[in-house]
């Protein structure tokens, strides 16, 4: 069951070609030595090159430990390993530890795609990590764009990452590592999200399967479809966007105020948070009412008026609506 | 402050007109009370035409009380009254019972509707009521059309229904109630839906408060973004399907095959369901695999092939896809 999930994520989300090279994060836990033993199976059949990378974060005593386990583990298939070791503590600048983490992690995982020249990386999250991701963001407030969860495929910084256990129950997943005597580490770690992820995962998630013993794939189906819609509008926004008259510098650009009325209000939001979006980045910071502030502005307030956003100033100053990033947020 | 809200909402939303002729749904519970004396306060400056309306859904002893209650008030403040009493049992078809109960108030609703000329009908439910209502429609599984929760104003069966204390939370409700020393009868019922909204107010939202104390809040502005973003597809794919070649029947559309497969798979998934809900009214029982049964009819089965989904049939017939809606569904 586990293969024939994990082959037919792979095929349905067009996730691998023949002789694809192909790093794979593994931390020793369980999703991702399950991932690696799959990985084993259909190296031949697809005639794969594969590294495994693994990042010791130095917070827990078994790090080392584990960064051996997982070293043994690809001696043993005959696998590349290449691992690094940073004390994740020794770089936390105040966000939160896991985020410190995942930057370390992630920066890692680039320089090696750099240095061996692999575009592509898969990546061990499963079934349930999205249900839990959907009901974080929802508890943590979110919009369409957070719904989506964990997308199958998403491209960081110009590689490819790839999560072929995406369908797979964790259930499922440690009845196969059972099944097949393959050890794995366990992770005792409580970073700040996984200390999150772990109420929603033993409080939250249990209390919602009493009212819905599918609450799982509801959320799963949730996820999926809100992935679509958003997949829809911003590529309709973005012909939208295009279609305007503007003027774009390093840090503003400038929208035609005429064409902006023009639009129905929801393509009007939608090709506002685009601009944002395109002019910084991202939209983290953004919310509802700072979008229906600059409507407000757009609708009624008169000439020269300024919206003040967190890292954004909007200007109306006929015939444009000027979006400035303020470098010093 | 619930007055200063109530109005914003009606102002922010254009719920009323100057003279409006408008029903009042009370049924002599906290929020309608609340509703029903914001409302005679209200009268005067925009010359109203009130008449409250009151189903007595004989479920509980007190439900005699509570309708010469409402009707007592409605006297006071010279308010014409009408009301209707049915025995919901009585009508139970084996759906729920608030099924039932809510298809009976309704009936009675545009009853009155009609008899006396008014299109317009205000009902009471409150911020909390959304925040409740999104969390239930997530835990039952839904998607983008149900995250809206329930919108500040909808149209049923040709009468406008406005909302106009959707952004005033429960507990100010209470606090001016108490300040104004208005009474309100107590709502006891434990219908099926009550029970689970129950269920959703005093174990779920306790607890997603404990980490989120503005956890309403989040799920209000969801439910607000949701409600957008459902427009703006809702809009586009409409669009879009009014410039594909089509033939319509009493109880089949045929669309032109070719154009819906040139079509990005979005704003397919999009029209399909837009066609699905043209033609039966609702999409009440349509998941998202089925419209990927279909997809993928249109993506690769042969000429001929068929896809039965629960209460409709989708065949793929050159050079037409034939949407048939199965009458004894």
Known sequence: MVEKTFN????????????DSLLLGVSGG????????????????????????????????????EEEFVRDICKQNNIKFSSQAKKVTDFFTGDSLEQTARNLRFDFFLSCSRRLKIKKIALAHNHDDVAETVLMRMVRGTALKGLRGILPQTKMAGIKVIRPLID?????????????????????????????????????????????????????????????????????????????????????????????????????LNVLRLSLEELKGNTRRLELRHLEEVEDLLAGRPDGSIVDLPGWEVKKEEPWLIIKFLLTD
């Open 30 to 65: 369980p999703d991702s030595i399950c991932m690696l033993q799959l990985f084993c199976q259909l190296r031949e059949q697809l005639r794969l090159n594969l590294v495994c990378v693994h990042f010791n974060h130095k917070l827990r005593a078994e790090a080392d430990q």
């Open 8 to 19: 037919q994520t792979i095929a349905k989300y067009k996730l691998l070609k023949r002789k």
């Open 168 to 268: 797979v129950p964790k259930s499922e997943i440690l009845a196969w590592l059972k099944d097949n005597e393959f050890e794995y580490a366990v992770d005792k770690s409580n970073l700040e999200d996984k200390f999150f992820r772990n109420k929603v995962r033993l409080k939250l998630l249990p209390l919602l399967e009493s009212w819905n013993p599918r609450i799982r794939d509801s959320l799963v189906n949730l996820a999926r479809t809100a992935a679509m819609d958003y997949e829809f509008i911003y590529a309709e926004s973005k012909k939208c966007l295009a279609q305007i008259k503007k003027q774009k510098g390093r840090n503003y650009l400038k929208l035609d105020l005429k064409s902006l009325q023009s639009l129905d209000l929801g393509m009007r």
